[in-house]
């Protein structure tokens, strides 16, 4: 039977048992009651590891059964230490439920514990209740002790028993708190070895506190009448020393177990925080790869039932899309809302097509996003997901700027930039396909070639920006005259081409209807244009190339149209013309020299022939160069055939410099030479020569390196470099003669303003072309030859000398000498010669 009793003043003190302790006895119970403490709190690390309730409450369980234990223990292996000079026994079922309270115990301060910031409260209330529990333990197990003597508790070591366990056990209880308090740094969660340490020791100084001071508060008196014999069922000393060590091994057992665990937990705390820290690194390197991103990423899921929508997507939707993530994350709708129309039904196939494939989607189209139209272009990998769905992920970028930039080279690379229309490269990719589409329906298409017939004369009076204007109203006129699948383009300048196609099956049909094309084309071009309050009728020549197919090329066919509208201009103003195969064959000729041509150069099958011209003394005062061709297979090929070519390819600049250059070493070696250094050398110069920008150089150049005086050189120019452009010509005029350079107007009386031109550039000399002398040779008072004389007259007026070319007859030359003509040139006193035999006949003659 539990049962306290108290010493009072009638106790007679003084017969009190002599009792004492066995120190190692009573070191080992405080190391097992140390040992149970720390095994027991040791389950704090692990109730809190655990997010699972029961679990916590499992480790809860068995840790306060371990303090159970050891404050049991350490009670009993206090007892053996303790020595009464008689037998002691211990009650078995008393001293087994001395076990409750001491669990209760240890379940209360591991309750107080698993708290990571327990109140005052729970830890002073804790602590008290703990010390309680300890108390009764001890003082339940007291009562199962069994011994020839009567048990009394002094009261005041009793209830200071009691208070030390109380006290003790709170401070052990408050310990994490402190540390906290001190700013230890331990996590939390973490119930650090020093930490258990310390609050075990305090525990375990508690329970043995409180069990030798209530051992000092018992007295033991002797009976008066001793029990004879034992009780039959008791324990003694041996087998709860025998006890004790079981629960120390079980102690310790635990705590193995539980260092263990703990270990473990440690470990995997530790890995994964590792992951925790590895995981938020990859998502902070993710959101700061997706931020420098130049759109959005995300992922977007078409469910099985049909519905999208954007599971993730990065904050750089809102600028793409103008819509948050979360305002899509169950319904894309609002995304495909702003798709533009045309492309709505593009991007959901290609959708489909990728979920049916599960190929990469790739795909560009427009959304309209607050007013303006925006490229986007997606690319995202599909993936097939458990429940049916397609998720993609990839990102969406605008590529606005980059379509508007492929645009305008396309603009650039394949419109021309003044009117818009179609140029060269896209018109020679339409005539492809146009020849193509005839082959295949068996149709005929015509060819136009537009040009303007007095397109020059209108840009240098008026200016070029009212030249601009006619073109771009004449593209107007064009482009909406005719059919959508017919290919209106500009070429430059003033030419204009025009592609159109199934014109009839036959040549007559489709001749007749090419024919009132251009026809129509002619009355609508000359209808008054308004320039700027200008009215301007334009004339144009319009060659036409008929064609049925795959046996032409596109370069081809232009060139016949080409060549029909030179015929046409020949002919005259506003005139159609059909390409002839017998101009063509020319035209192929004209290519074949074309090509020989720039072989003849590397090949050194040029020279230079000299014609004399002989002044009125009848003397040579001079000769012109002229340039000829010895072909290895035709012979002689004449500069009239050859020349017009070069000019047209841009080999007579070469080709120039060339005779000029042979002809200034031949001049400065005639200056060498006493007999011929008075003689001066012409040298014909083409327009394109004369308006190359360097030209003035290259000649001052050429004199130079020949060593060759510059006032023996003559260079003659047609009235064309005066059609180019009058300002150069004149400047450059200026500039060579201040050298002393002569310049002669070659072929007068061949063009249409030669007068005017006399009259307004520094020309030294006037050649008076063949054809007007030749003409005049049958009548000596013709009207040929008042117009000889008349230039001859107004020549001389303005300062300037006259060589009549073509003098073929003694008639011819008598007449010209009676009007003081300069200078006379002509097959009459030689024909244009080779070096060695013009050197021959100047030494006989001088
Ligand atoms: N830019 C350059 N043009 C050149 C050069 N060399 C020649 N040419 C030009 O080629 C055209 C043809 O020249 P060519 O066949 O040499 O004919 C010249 C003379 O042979 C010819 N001529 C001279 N006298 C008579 C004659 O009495 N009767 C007659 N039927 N023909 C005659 O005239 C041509 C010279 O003409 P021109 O130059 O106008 O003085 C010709 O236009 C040459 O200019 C060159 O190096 N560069």
């Not at 017969?15 to 190391?31: E, I, Q």
């Amino acid at each position: 039977m539990f049962q306290l009793n108290f010493t009072n003043d009638t106790t007679p003190a003084e017969l009190a048992l002599t009792t004492h302790h066995s120190l190692p006895l009573v070191v080992l119970s405080l190391l097992i009651a140390i040992l149970a403490a720390f095994a027991s709190v040791s389950h704090v690390d692990l109730m809190r590891s655990t997010q699972s309730p029961s679990v916590a409450h499992r480790w809860h369980i068995i840790g306060a059964i371990a303090m159970g234990i050891g404050v049991w223990t350490m009670h009993f292996v206090g007892m053996v230490a303790f020595k009464l000079p008689m037998d002691v026994y211990f009650e078995p079922v008393t001293t087994s439920i001395s076990l409750i309270p001491a669990i209760l115990a240890g379940y209360i301060g591991l309750r107080v514990l698993r708290n990571t910031e327990p109140s005052a409260f729970a830890i002073v209330g804790g602590g008290t209740l703990m010390g309680l529990g300890i108390g009764v333990m001890h003082y339940l197990g007291m009562s199962g002790m069994l011994v020839n003597a009567k048990m009394l508790y002094r009261p005041e070591l009793f209830t200071l028993s009691i208070l030390v366990a109380a006290v003790m056990a709170s401070s052990a209880l408050a310990v994490p708190r402190l540390m906290m308090a001190l700013q230890c740094t331990f996590n939390a969660r973490d119930f650090s070895f020093l930490l258990k340490l310390a609050t075990a020791s305090l525990m375990g100084l508690a329970i043995s506190s409180l069990h030798y001071v209530a051992m000092a508060a018992t007295v033991f008196l002797p009976l008066e009448w001793p029990i004879a014999q034992g009780p039959s069922h008791t324990i003694d000393e041996t087998l709860i020393a025998a006890f004790a060590v079981i629960a120390s091994v079980f102690i310790l057992v635990v705590s193995t177990i539980t260092v263990i665990l703990r270990f473990r937990i440690l470990e995997s705390d530790s890995l994964a925080k590792k992951s925790e820290r590895e995981a938020r690194q990859i998502e902070d390197r993710f959101k700061r790869l997706v931020s420098r991103l130049p759109g959005t990423v995300y992922q977007f899921q078409l469910d099985p039932d049909g519905r999208m929508r954007i599971p993730y997507a990065s904050a750089a939707i809102e600028h793409v899309h103008g819509v948050t993530a979360d305002e899509v994350k169950d319904n894309a709708d609002r995304i495909f809302q702003m798709v533009h129309k045309d492309d709505l039904e593009k991007l959901m196939v290609s959708i489909q097509k990728s979920a049916q494939e599960l190929n990469v989607w790739k795909h560009e189209y427009r959304i309209r996003l607050n007013g303006n139209e925006h490229w986007l272009q997606g690319n995202a990998i599909p993936d097939r997901q458990e429940d049916g769905s397609i998720l993609w992920s990839g990102f969406i970028t605008d590529v606005t700027e980059k379509k508007q930039a492929e645009a305008r080279i396309q603009q650039l690379a394949f419109y021309d930039e003044l009117t818009g229309l179609p140029n060269r490269r896209l018109f020679e990719d339409r005539i492809g396909r146009a020849l193509a589409e005839a082959s295949r329906h068996q149709q005929y298409g015509a060819l136009l070639y537009l040009d303007l017939d007095d397109f020059k004369s209108l840009n240098d009076t008026l200016g070029h920006s009212f030249g601009d204007r006619l073109l771009r109203s004449l593209a107007n006129i064009l482009s909406s005259n005719f059919r959508e699948t017919d290919t209106v383009a500009r070429l430059g300048g003033d030419e204009f081409v025009i592609l159109t196609g199934n014109l009839g099956t036959s040549e007559d049909i489709a001749t007749r209807n090419a024919n009132r094309l251009a026809e129509n084309l002619l009355t609508l071009l000359h209808k008054p244009v308004d320039l700027n309050g200008y009215e301007y009728k334009c004339e144009t020549s319009i060659g036409i190339a008929l064609f049925d197919g795959a046996e032409q090329s596109s370069e081809e066919l232009l060139k016949r149209a080409d060549t029909a509208m030179y015929e046409a201009k020949s002919v005259g103003r506003n005139v159609i013309r059909f390409h002839d195969p017998h101009i063509q064959s020319i035209l192929a000729k004209r290519f074949r020299l074309e090509i020989e041509l720039r072989q003849a150069m590397e090949r050194n099958e040029l020279t230079l022939a000299y014609q004399k011209q002989i002044g009125r003394n009848g003397e040579c005062q001079g000769v012109e160069a002229l340039l000829r061709w010895k072909h290895p297979e035709r012979g002689f090929i004449s500069p009239a055939d050859f020349i017009p070519i070069a000019e047209h390819n841009g080999l007579i600049i070469p080709l120039g410099r060339w005779v000029l250059r042979t002809a200034c070493h031949q001049l400065s070696v005639w200056q060498q030479e006493p007999k011929t250094q008075g003689l001066h050398i012409s040298v014909n110069v083409s327009s394109k020569q004369f308006h190359q920008p360097d030209f003035v150089d290259v000649v001052l150049k050429t004199l130079q390196q020949a060593g060759a005086t510059a006032t023996g050189l003559c260079l003659e120019v047609t009235e064309s470099i005066v059609l180019d452009d009058l300002e150069d010509a004149l400047a450059k005029m200026q500039a060579l003669r201040a050298h002393g350079i002569r310049i002669a107007m070659d072929d007068f009386g061949t063009g249409y303003s030669s007068m005017a031109y006399l009259s307004r550039l520094p020309f030294d000399e006037v050649k008076i072309d063949k054809s007007f002398v030749q003409r005049a040779d049958e009548r000596a008072n013709g009207n040929e030859w008042v117009i000889i004389e008349t230039i001859m007259t107004m020549a001389h007026k303005l300062g300037m000398r006259v060589v009549a070319e073509g003098v073929e007859t003694q008639q011819q030359h008598k007449l010209l000498d009676a009007m003081n003509c300069d200078f006379f040139q002509g097959f009459y006193f030689s024909r244009p010669v080779d070096l060695e035999t013009l050197s021959r006949a100047l030494s006989t003659e001088h």
